[in-house]
């Protein structure tokens, strides 16, 4: 795996994380 394409993976984990964890506070909330 090229280093590109691993940030680019790990950026995409990173919004992913950050989406459902926004998700969670609304469902909270």
């Given at each position: 795996?090229?280093?590109e394409?691993a940030?680019?993976?790990?950026?995409?984990?990173?919004?992913?994380?950050?989406?459902?964890?926004?998700?969670s506070?609304?469902?909270?909330?």
């Amino acid at each position: 795996m090229r280093l590109e394409q691993a940030r680019r993976l790990k950026t995409g984990m990173w919004m992913f994380a950050l989406g459902d964890f926004i998700v969670s506070l609304r469902d909270i909330g």
